[in-house]
Every structure is written in C-alpha cells, then in structure tokens.
C-alpha cells in the first residue's frame, strides 16, 4: 500500500468533494442516502476518512466519530481542523490500514463508512479482508455503507481528460477485464486501483453476513459534465440534485456512474 500513501501524500484530498458543484455531487447523494439510516446516536467508525468530510459532516450532526486512515497526511490535517475548530466535535483520530482493525473491540460501532479501501485494494482477499473487519466492529443489525468505482465509467473518463495517455489495449485489458491497474505500469494513470460493476459488487457482498438495502449511484455522469454543472445557477443546480436522487437507484445510471454506494445490514 506504499504506492497509495505516498499518492495521497501529495494529492490534495481536500479539494476532491468540494472545489466545484460538480465534485460536491457525490458528497451531497452519498450524506442524503445515509440519512435514511444513520440514526441519533449511531456511533460511527468511518475506516478511511480521507481529510474527513464524512467523519466532521456527522459529528457536527452529534455523532460521536472514530476516523482512521491509511495517510498520515489525511489524518494530520482532521487533526488540525478539530484544533482549529470553534465547536466541540467528538471526533477520535488514528492513522490506521482498513484491512486491520485490531484496535477496535467487536461490535463496538452502531454505522461502518468504507469510503475508499476498495478503491484501492488491488488484490481480492485483501477486500474479503477489509469488509471482514468492517463487519467484525458493527454490531448485529448495523450499517455498513461502502463505496466502489465503476469500471464501465473509467474509460470515457480518462478520454474526456486534457492531458489523458492514449488509449491502449492494455489500458482497456486492464480496467475491464481485470478491474486492476497497479502503480509503476506503463499506462497506470492513477496508482493502485480496483474498478468494478454494480453487480459485481452485489456478488461479492454475497460472501458476507449482510443484507444489501440500498444501492446507488452517487454522482452519475455530473463529473463528466462537470463544466456544465459547475455553470449553472444554484436554483438550476438543486434541480440537478434532485434528478440525481430521483434516478440515483436507476440500473442504468447507477452502470454508468462514476461511483457507486452499497448500503448494507449485517445480519
């Protein structure tokens, strides 16, 4: 996961949900969807919390937080937000792999968020591993939500993009065949990453003690039409959102969606 962290370390994370209208989408979609499941005084352990949009957007909604990270930069900057901060968020804080949690008690979370392992977890049990864990800290009967990308987006996007690499047979090989490229190739235009399909996703969920209750896409296209989105006037653009929950359960979008979010029960 060396490859990973040191992406992140100089990624700027910060700006990925938030710079634009287009980019807040899937922020907006995935918080609306989990309202609907997320109760008062769920305690939340968000097992990749990037710089923490998730984790300080339900501590400021009273919940108390545990967010962890594999990036030590990422959790750095939570950290000087909390200090920062003029209201008192219950916020823990940890520097921490998702595919071991070993230093969280079973059952000791009422909602799970894996927003982002999966994205990168190149290797299958690593995943089988990861979502393990995440279920071994929920209680019976808790939510576990967890975002993945969609290989069948990822094409159309790298094209639409000014400084992309050519598209190769390899290239597509990758992403759609194997849902894997790894940092180092020739043609890996990102860093380790694992892309897969909606129903792809449902079946691995099948290997797990959990019922699928909610499935959604929470950005659709809005990233590719990002120029567009980012125009509009914010009457216009609330009309957007609500088009994107209207269809967000949609096979087709959710096919084509850049992201997609698995709302799960464990049994």
Request: hydrophobic share 35%; with cysteine.
């Amino acid at each position: 996961m060396n490859s990973v962290v040191n992406h992140y370390e100089k990624y700027n994370e910060c700006e990925r949900l938030s710079t634009n209208s287009a980019r807040k989408i899937e922020f907006i979609i995935s918080s609306r969807i989990l309202d609907n499941y997320i109760t008062k005084n769920d305690r939340i352990l968000d097992v990749a919390a990037g710089t923490g949009i998730y984790s300080f957007h339900y501590a400021e909604k009273g919940h108390d937080v545990f967010a962890m990270d594999l990036t030590p930069k990422h959790i750095q900057i939570i950290r000087d937000k909390l200090h920062s901060s003029i209201k008192d968020l219950n916020i823990q804080t940890e520097v921490n792999n998702a595919i071991d949690l070993n230093i969280v008690k079973e059952e000791e979370f009422d909602t799970v968020l894996c927003f982002g392992p999966i994205y990168h977890l190149v290797e299958a049990h690593d995943r089988r591993k990861c979502i393990d864990e995440c279920l071994r800290v929920l209680k019976k009967g808790g939510i576990l939500a967890i975002a993945y990308i969609n290989k069948h987006y990822i094409l159309p996007h790298l094209l639409s993009s000014s400084n992309r690499l050519p598209l190769t047979d390899s290239m597509i090989h990758k992403v759609i065949d194997e849902g894997v490229i790894r940092d180092g190739d020739s043609d890996c235009f990102w860093t380790d990453a694992f892309f897969t399909t909606p129903d792809d996703m449902e079946d691995f969920l099948k290997n797990f003690n959990v019922e699928i209750i909610d499935h959604v896409a929470t950005d659709g296209l809005s990233p590719l039409l990002r120029n567009t989105i980012d125009e509009m006037e914010e009457a216009e653009y609330q009309k957007w959102i609500e088009y994107q929950l209207k269809t967000c359960r949609e096979k087709s979008i959710l096919g084509s969606s850049n992201h997609g979010l698995v709302v799960c029960k464990k049994k």
